[in-house]
């Protein structure tokens, strides 16, 4: 009987510790360094929008940068985006809560304001613009980001 006990009190502990090390292991931390290379395609009407580009987090202790870097092709021309946030964030409950400090749109983004704002998020075309994005740990090698209940992106740790 005695072994009985010690055997279940055994597995009880290493099932504990398991479970406790994945759900430690798997929690996205306060500190958000990835990158991610995205494609979109948007459809209006009989017109075919692409983007193409790379965006980049370096987030620590509630402030960081974010960039974001692509070509737009719009009605059959072609546009550069060149973006780089400053933000401020919070993480509550696996959401990443984002804000713009400061917008610097750099040389060569020659993306018109009208397809700016039918196409990037708000912290991406003005100072306190702003997002709310799900984020969650995908094993150690990134994180899968949405704004919806449909993934995204993924993002590579870095």
């Known amino acids: 009987m005695n072994k009985i006990r010690l055997i279940s009190c055994i597995f009880l502990i290493i099932c504990a510790s398991f479970f406790s090390f994945r759900f430690r292991y798997y929690q996205v931390g306060s500190e958000i360094r990835c990158t991610s290379i995205i494609q979109y395609q948007f459809i209006y009407e009989n017109i075919v929008d692409t983007s193409s580009g790379s965006l980049l987090f370096m987030l620590s202790s509630d402030k960081g940068v974010i ?40 040389d060569g983004d020659n993306l018109p304001s009208d397809i ?12 306190d613009g702003w997002v709310s994005l799900k984020i969650d740990r995908e094993f150690s090698s990134g994180y899968v980001i949405s704004t919806s209940i449909t993934p995204q992106l993924y993002c590579n740790k870095l």
């Open 116 to 127: 700016a704002f039918k196409y990037l998020y708000g912290f991406l075309i003005r100072k």
């Open 67 to 106: 960039t974001y870097n692509a070509k737009v092709n719009s009605g059959g021309k072609q546009f550069i985006i060149n973006r780089e946030a400053d933000v401020e964030y919070s993480l509550k409950n696996d959401f990443l809560h984002i804000r713009t400090t400061k917008l610097i749109i750099r």
